[in-house]
């Protein structure tokens, strides 16, 4: 039976009871869908509609209540009587087969009793506080989520203001979107009745809305069918031209998919892994992308294999087994499991390939992450009641939270951080035109990396997005106070282009009257940044012009001389240890091994001190330099030609150091600091203060210590004073031409 049928239900029809074991295979959106792309669409009579529904409902949920299905039918039927759809059909076939749709996904009694009456209010006389008496409140807000609003009021806005009111329903509950993805499943299914230039225009608003929600809510079954029918309609040659590749395909005698099942099989029954192993072929979008990527397509570039199993462990053993046994293509592996998607995807993915080129993708997960896959956010069930606390009763939200990180994007599925970001710049957006251009522009953006906050959890952020993006991603408007971000642990600028797996760590400033600098925008890409930026640009208008502080005056912002710091940085007398080499001296001597008595230089480059590995060259003048082990001159050095010298500490009493600190900028910051150095037995040789830039101040300071061993406990102090964010030793650049400093 095909959710497209289109009979007309009898009046106040029986539910029939619905045994406990289904008496037939539950319906396959997949297949339905492939089935009606492929061939002429079948417009039999739809039997015992709402008997199809309860069967879908009772497969997914044996023990539900099936009262308010029946009575929400009656209402549904008997409101809609007499009305038709443009196809001709009565218009009870609608609901019916959206409500099917979403039972076969796996949703729970309360959606399907709100997708019965989704149309009702808008298109009959019932109202939402009938709806509300007769089935209550949870119900009545599902059917006011997706009621249009109406053009007589609303005019050309009408759509916007009806996606801006569903996504704020969304908001506070995510089944109201699943109904509507339905709605629009079985709208575009029987869109052929409609003038193309109709078509076209609800086509595109598929493609760049419903489909993109589809994804972030992460249910496939929908997305990928949606993918097809627009593909359909708005590139009508190259689907044709996938369709006969598909049929062609087909069509062949040999199926290298099924041999590499059957293989596959064979492994993993000999590990003795309980394991299904399933051809699952490309729905048509992605043959079309695949056929662009490769050119010629051979029989298993058709599909995927997936394999499911029962266990998270038995997904890693499956691995295991196919990387040993077979050949695997190790750039085609990732781990979605230990970090699952935004949308709460999770599966390991690899390739294996055999000796006549042939390439399979796998698909590894367990029948739980499958479930989720499919359906997303409406494998849930009913996401806002209390989750069954018995261990072997698990709710399927809980199953699909297991193993998720906690982040804003998966740690509540019933509101996802991308949507609560959605929700916070609507608001912002000015006028039904710019919600609009910008919902779609957003939504058009794929999320395709994934960075890493300290804290353990990740921002899902479109390819190309910058340090600007994450901030505004993670602290929303309060990114206003953003100063600077440490990429993979070094500092980098807010401009700098994030690449997927980085670990990102934005640095805050404290002054709560922070403001986005104006070049910001040209580094934002999401429009949760820009709209953000430019709100504030918009309040905050530049001054006709800039005055420009006298020589040795503070600059607006920056510390005063109570806090330590002028604008004329504190500079105390410069030794020229400070940014040169120190000398030896007594109580942190080098011994050269082969030669004590020559004269040592510790390298300024890298300001080697006791207990760090060191190395030395000879320079002029019979001199050893020593640098520090790891420091990028000894390996130039060496590729010159230089011989290393077997160097080592001596007495490690007395050490000389340079230390560069990282702040924000306060009022007695200078003093918290040094107070702090002193307390810890360091004399402070010289200092260097550097003017503040956006609102960052980097502090130098050489610094004589009692002993080597201290140090790790002066760094510790230094950067246990408020304000400071970072203190590591100083890193000199050596120069490239002499190899030597």
Known sequence: MSAEATNPATPGPVVPAAPRRRSRPRI???????????????????????????????AHHPDADLEPLHRAYVLAESSHRGQMRKSGEPYITHPLAVTLILAELGAETT?????????????????????????????????????????????????????RKMLVATGSDVRVMSIKLADRLHNMRTLGVMRPEKQERIAKVTRDVLIPLAERLGVQALKTELEDLVFAILHPEEYEHTRELIIDNASRADDP??????????????????????????????????????????????????????????????LGELHTCMTPVVSEFKDFIAVPKFNLYQSLHTAVAREDGQVAEVLIRTHQMHKVAEAGVVALGNPYTT????????????????????????????????????????????????????LREDLAQDREITVFRP???????????????????????????????????RLATLSTVLRDGDTVQLLMGQDPASEPSREWLEHAHTPAARIAIQRWLATHPAPAEHSVP??????????????????????????????????????????VVDRPDASVRLAGCCTPVPLDEVTGFDVRGGVVTVHRAECAAVARMADAGRDAVDVRWGDTSGCRVTLVAESFG????????????????????????????????????????????????????????????????????????????
């Open 28 to 58: 396959d959106l997949r297949r339905l869908g492939r089935a009606a792309l492929l061939g002429p669409a079948s417009r039999g009579r739809l039997p015992d509609a709402i008997g199809h529904v309860v069967e879908a409902h009772r």
């Open 257 to 318: 998919l099924a041999e590499f099942s059957d293989a596959m099989r064979t492994v993993l029954r000999e590990a003795g892994i309980q394991a299904e192993v399933l051809i699952r072929p490309r729905h048509f979008v992605s043959v079309h992308r695949a056929s662009r990527k490769r050119g010629r397509m051979r029989g298993a570039d058709f599909g995927r294999l997936l394999v499911l199993v029962n266990e998270d462990a038995d997904c890693y053993a499956v």
């Open 387 to 438: 989750p069954d606390p018995a261990p072997d009763q698990a709710s399927a939200e809980e199953q699909g939270r297991a193993g998720a990180p906690a982040d804003g994007e998966r740690v509540d599925p019933t509101r996802p951080g991308w949507l609560s970001r959605l929700l916070d710049w609507q608001e912002a957006a000015p006028d039904p035109d710019t919600f609009w251009s910008t």
């Open 455 to 489: 804290d353990g959890g990740t921002l899902g952020l479109p390819d190309g997005a910058t340090c600007v993006d994450a901030a505004y991603e993670q602290y929303g408007e309060d990114a206003h106070a953003c100063i600077g971000a440490r990429v993979n642990g």
């Open 666 to 741: 306060r009022p007695h910051l200078l003093a918290d600091l040094t107070e702090a150095m002193a307390l810890e037995g360091a004399e402070i040789v010289s200092a260097t203060v550097e003017p503040p830039t956006q609102q960052r101040v980097r502090h130098t300071y050489t610094v004589q210590l009692p002993d080597a061993a201290h140090l790790p406990t002066l760094i510790r102090a230094m950067r246990n004073v408020p304000g400071v964010y970072d203190v590591d030793r100083a890193q000199h650049h050596a120069s490239s031409s002499s190899g030597t400093t």
């Open 111 to 163: 959606t399907l009793t709100a997708s019965l009456l989704h149309d009702t209010v808008e298109d009959t006389e019932v109202t939402l506080d009938q709806v509300g008496e007769q089935f209550g409140a949870e119900v009545r807000y599902l059917v006011d989520g997706v009621t249009k609003l109406e053009k007589v009021d609303y005019g050309a806005a009408a759509e916007p203001e009806t996606f």
């Open 550 to 591: 006298e020589e040795g005056s503070a600059p607006e912002g920056s510390p005063g001389p109570e806090g330590g710091a002028g604008a004329a940085p504190a500079r105390a007398v410069a030794d020229a240890a400070a940014t040169d080499a120190p000398a030896a001296r007594p109580g942190a001597a080098i011994t």
